[in-house]
């Protein structure tokens, strides 16, 4: 027998009940907060039964609390799949070939009704039944390499990518996508960038960070932006493509090692760290921002470099961490520390003896600084300089998680102190720059007249 009030319990489950209303039917409520119409869903198993979900015209999710409701009416009645159909992708001369790798995450996810999770269920195959502008753009195929949330992308995942990118510029791709979800996206593109060097494409992570189902996604525009810089820029480097403003004008294309994810729920949540983003892009075309970037070019010659120790981690230092915290990992077989310090590049004294008993037993310590903006000057202080005798290396602005993904490829490679030191004091690809530009560093504080008076020009 089928289940008409999926998910409903307790109290809310009477009030579908008394006015025979069900789940996926078209309905009327009215209540003293006034009528609203829509479409009433499911509720996630652990949820409360004191609301009932619907679904408006605008298409966000409202919650009714059943204390309000004075009546309902079911005025039709249309169970949803939300399930995008795949189509094959048309073919069209002279339309450069990309390819998009699956991993997962909320571009290619839609909404679990059952618990109200985001969950990536879209194969990318249906990617071209949701956005078919794509077909516009390139000729894309597409392949699910896994499907996880990108909390659970790992090593394994990232040697996996470089190695099925380093076969598809083998086999004359024109351009390569890799939907990733947002939240640990930037780890995965400096992964990239170490393992997949002197690319002869462009590489463009992307994602989004509202699902699809959402009025406000930019899964759509955000796959259109990628797909136009995979199919068309000059830029053939490991990039994020993410939203620029808030607003639909434009997307940013972020250098892989210099890119975070500044904010959880904003689409224009990245930032490049320290710099310009590379260039900016929309359906028109890509436009650079920066000057000096590796060329797209026409031979397949690229070097991939798979390799990663997974006994790798960062510590964020706090005022009175305990020397135990240091010892814990040494004892646990972790061979590299990456610690993000205070201001210069500054941990307290209590740690210094943990730190030299690591050194002596073969790990490898580098210095990172919190502030993310900024360079590590271990030479300013004398806490700098102790520090610097005990063995800890300073990382110049390296941001603390490029430098964490930086140090679990080389320790991958040689264990060598003098070469480990090397490797990671030369910049593959801006993880390191000699200077921080006068435009490099921009955080507005809202309140203060000036901005204001700049914000209300775009801000109506």
Not at 71 to 99: C, D, H, Q, S, W
Not at 361 to 377: P, S
Not at 431 to 446: H, K, M
């Amino acid at each position: 027998m089928e289940d008409f009030f999926q998910g409903y319990k307790g109290k809310a489950l009477e009030v579908l009940k008394k006015y025979n209303v069900r789940v996926w039917g078209k309905a009327v409520i009215e209540t003293s907060r006034g009528e609203f119409k829509g479409t009433v869903l499911p509720r996630s198993e652990n949820d409360d039964d004191q609301h009932i979900v619907l679904k408006i015209e605008t298409g966000y999710n409202i919650g009714i609390d059943i204390v309000t409701i004075k009546r309902m009416k079911e005025t039709g009645y249309f169970k949803a799949t939300y399930k995008i159909p795949e189509k094959e992708f048309p073919v069209t001369p002279n339309l450069p070939k990309v390819k998009l790798l699956g991993t997962g995450g909320t571009i290619a996810s839609r909404l679990d009704y059952r618990t109200g999770a985001v969950i990536p269920a879209f194969s990318p195959g249906e990617l071209y039944g949701a956005v078919p502008e794509l077909a516009d753009i390139c000729n894309l195929t597409t392949e699910k390499l896994f499907a996880v949330f990108s909390e659970n992308m790992g090593p394994e995942q990232y040697k996996a990518l470089a190695i099925a990118i380093g076969k598809e510029i083998e086999n004359g791709i024109d351009g390569i996508i890799i939907g990733h979800g947002t939240d640990t996206l930037s780890h995965t593109a400096a992964a990239l960038t170490f393992m997949v060097q002197n690319s002869p494409v462009p590489i463009i992570l992307v994602g989004s960070q509202r699902s699809s189902d959402r009025p406000s996604s930019d899964a759509a525009l955000n796959l259109m932006h990628a797909t136009t810089a995979a199919g068309h820029s000059d830029i053939a480097e490991v990039m994020v493509c993410m939203f620029g403003p808030t607003s639909d004008e434009y997307g940013f294309l972020h250098r892989g090692t210099r890119v975070r994810k500044m904010h959880s729920s904003y689409r224009s949540t990245f930032r490049t760290i320290g710099d310009t983003p590379i260039a900016t892009v929309s359906r028109k075309g890509v436009v650079p921002i920066k000057e000096e970037y590796n060329h797209r070019r026409k031979d397949r010659k690229v070097k991939i470099l798979p390799f990663f120790e997974e006994k790798v981690t960062i510590v964020y230092y706090y005022p009175n961490m305990q020397p135990d915290i240091i010892d814990s990992l040494v004892e646990s077989g972790y061979k590299g520390i990456i610690i993000a310090g205070t201001g210069l590049g500054h941990i307290n004294k209590p740690l210094y003896p943990a730190i030299e008993r690591a050194y002596k037993k073969g790990v490898h310590v580098f210095m990172t600084v919190q502030t993310l903006w900024g360079f590590v000057h271990m030479y300013v202080y004398d806490t700098g300089r102790d520090l610097m005798a005990k063995g800890i290396i300073p990382l110049e602005n390296m941001i603390p998680e490029t430098a964490y993904i930086k140090l679990g490829w080389v320790l991958g490679q040689t264990n060598d102190r003098e070469e480990v030191k090397r490797l990671m004091l030369k910049p593959i690809n801006d993880e390191i720059t000699q200077r921080e530009p006068y435009n490099g560093y921009l955080i507005y504080q809202g309140g203060v007249p000036e901005v204001e008076a700049f914000i209300r020009r775009f801000r109506k």
